[in-house]
């Protein structure tokens, strides 16, 4: 399969154990083995500065990204996190998301000089993205902020770029 490394036969979906490779007799007249196949996901600064190594992954397999290192940006812009389409109108991922992928993929590098995200929408301040936060979003914080904010339950902050410091009411 061209873009994938063949990583070996294994007797359970889950890949544990060792890896066979050789037919193994194992004196029942019918195994069932599964082919691990792994394929790379390429990390491309999308017009900034520096590179992130590539990551292995088990093709249909959940596994963690990693985390952006590496790469810059024009003072001003924050990393906001991937998307597979370098204009940001792809499938996006925050930063160490839990993803699964069936082909190599190329995750593009999203930046923004706003206060602050949720997803791929920008915000000019912290308190209009806490004011549109909904349970289940995490709001990337990109701006040193004053604002007094309470978070709405379910809401998660995420401290993007700069340091969080202060009281957290909600």
């Not at 194992?26 to 990390?43: H, I, L, M």
């Not at 491309?44 to 590496?70: E, F, I, R, Y």
């Amino acid at each position: 399969r061209e873009g994938f490394q063949f990583d070996g036969w294994y007797d359970n979906p889950e890949f544990s154990g060792t890896a066979y490779t050789q037919r193994q007799s194992s004196g029942q007249t019918q195994s069932k083995y599964y082919a691990k196949w792994n394929c790379e996901v390429t990390f491309d600064a999308n017009g900034g500065n520096g590179t992130m190594a590539s990551q292995t992954v088990t093709a249909g397999k959940p596994v963690a990204l990693n985390a952006m290192s590496g790469m810059t940006w024009a003072d001003g812009y924050a990393f906001t996190g991937w998307n597979t389409k370098a204009d940001g109108s792809g499938q996006f991922y925050g930063d160490g998301a839990l993803v699964t992928f069936d082909e190599p993929t190329t995750l593009y590098a999203q930046w923004s000089n706003a206060a602050a995200v949720i997803g791929t929408t920008e915000y000019d301040s912290l308190s209009a993205a806490i004011n549109e936060a909904r349970s289940g979003d995490t709001v990337v914080i990109l701006q040193t902020s004053s604002d007094n904010i309470t978070i709405p339950a379910g809401v998660t902050l995420s401290s993007g770029s700069v340091a969080l410091s202060g009281t957290i009411s909600g």
